[in-house]
């Protein structure tokens, strides 16, 4: 499984991006989906994860109502919105995969087998 994960930039404090997460593999709906990130200096943290099917969805406590985690298996994508930037949001952010049958999701980065090369974000205040 490749990932490759795009959109990140340059934003303002208070600014939006919308991230997306394009597997190799197919059917992709065969795994659930993840983001992390990790800001300089720090362990790679949990964001948030979405079911195979898109129907259950997890976030951390500090991007819960601002990041929106959703996929679109036709297209082999998931993406993360995320809304009302704020500085420390600047890290790198990661997708990952975890196959579904492995179990249900999760935030640990130890249960995702798969990983993207990460983009870039950064919010200016």
């Known amino acids: 499984v490749q990932l490759q994960a795009s959109g990140g930039g340059l934003v303002q404090a208070g600014g939006s991006l919308r991230l997306s997460c394009a597997a190799s593999v197919r059917p992709f709906k065969n795994y659930h989906g993840g983001w992390f990130r990790q800001a300089p200096g720090k362990e790679r943290e949990f964001v948030a994860a979405?079911?195979?099917?898109?129907?259950?969805?997890l976030y951390a406590d500090s991007v819960e109502g601002r990041f929106t985690i959703s996929r679109d298996n036709a297209k082999n994508t998931v993406y993360l919105q995320i809304g009302t930037l704020k500085p420390e949001d600047t890290a790198v952010y990661y997708c990952?995969?975890?196959?579904?049958?492995?179990?249900?999701?999760?935030?640990?980065?130890?249960?995702?087998?798969?990983w993207g090369r990460g983009t870039q974000v950064t919010v200016s205040s």
């Open positions: 979405v079911s195979w099917n898109g129907g259950n969805t």
């Open positions: 990952a995969a975890r196959f579904r049958l492995g179990g249900p999701l999760s935030s640990s980065v130890d249960s995702y087998g798969f």
